[in-house]
T-cell receptor, first 109, second 113 residues
Framework: TQLLEQSPQFLSIQEGENLTVYCNSS?????LQWYRQEPGEGPVLLVT?????EVKKLKRLTFQFGDARKDSSLHITAAQPGDTGLYLC?????????FGAGTILRVKS | NAGVTQTPKFQVLKTGQSMTLQCAQD?????MYWYRQDPGMGLRLIYY???????DKGEVPNGYNVSRLNKREFSLRLESAAPSQTSVYFC????????????FGPGTRLLVL
């Protein structure tokens, strides 16, 4: 059983659509990270959220940390083919990161 | 500035063979990590080194050993490879003060037959 559950596992959408990816847990995390990974490469950090209720924006990407610091969401507005990739959330617990299984996003032009 | 580098990029082993995966970082980070990534399971921590001279087990350490050779280098050794160790292995590093911000290498794809 994953400590961090991501949904959906796979998402295929048309260019211009909006989407939201969720990362849920019953555990509290001191911070939560979102990474993006392209095929054949390592994960690249997009954002870190630390405070419950925190919202961070990165161009068309909006990240939110739940009030109780147990869950997070990533919303992409007007998705583009360049957004295609694997999106991973990771929670900081103790001195380790716990990763979700990831959401594979495919944006079709 | 190369960041985190890993060698080799790809390796095929027979069951029972041994090999060492190499990792180096040029960001002067204190902490280094080894993860494995399997389909549907995300990344799982194998071993980590919080600082030079220390190593600790992660979630899935069985069948692996590590060496923190110096501040820059952290190697992962498979003494007797098994098909269950077929995976993609990632090395990462972080600064002590912000350990949650980890920088990953490009990965080593290992196939054990």
């Amino acid at each position: 059983t994953q400590l961090l559950e991501q949904s959906p596992q796979f998402l295929s959408i048309q260019e211009g659509e909006n989407l939201t990816v969720y990362c849920n847990s019953s555990s509290v995390f001191s911070s939560l990270q979102w990474y993006r990974q392209e095929p054949g490469e390592g994960p690249v950090l997009l954002v870190t959220v630390v405070t419950g209720g925190e919202v961070k924006k990165l161009k068309r990407l909006t990240f939110q940390f739940g009030d109780a610091r147990k869950d997070s969401s990533l919303h992409i507005t007007a998705a583009q083919p360049g957004d295609t990739g694997l999106y991973l959330c990771a929670g900081a617990k103790g001195n380790k990161l716990v990763f979700g299984a990831g959401t594979i996003l495919r944006v079709k032009s | 500035n190369a960041g985190v580098t890993q060698t080799p990029k790809f390796q095929v082993l027979k069951t029972g063979q041994s090999m060492t995966l190499q990792c180096a970082q040029d960001m002067n980070h204190n902490s280094m990590y080894w993860y494995r990534q399997d389909p549907g399971m995300g990344l799982r921590l194998i071993y980590y080194s919080a600082s030079e001279g220390t190593t600790d087990k992660g979630e899935v350490p069985n069948g692996y050993n590590v060496s923190r050779l110096n501040k820059r280098e952290f190697s992962l050794r498979l003494e007797s490879a098994a098909p269950s160790q077929t995976s993609v292995y990632f090395c990462a590093s972080s600064d002590w003060a912000s350990w949650e911000t980890q920088y990953f290498g490009p990965g080593t794809r290992l196939l054990v037959l």
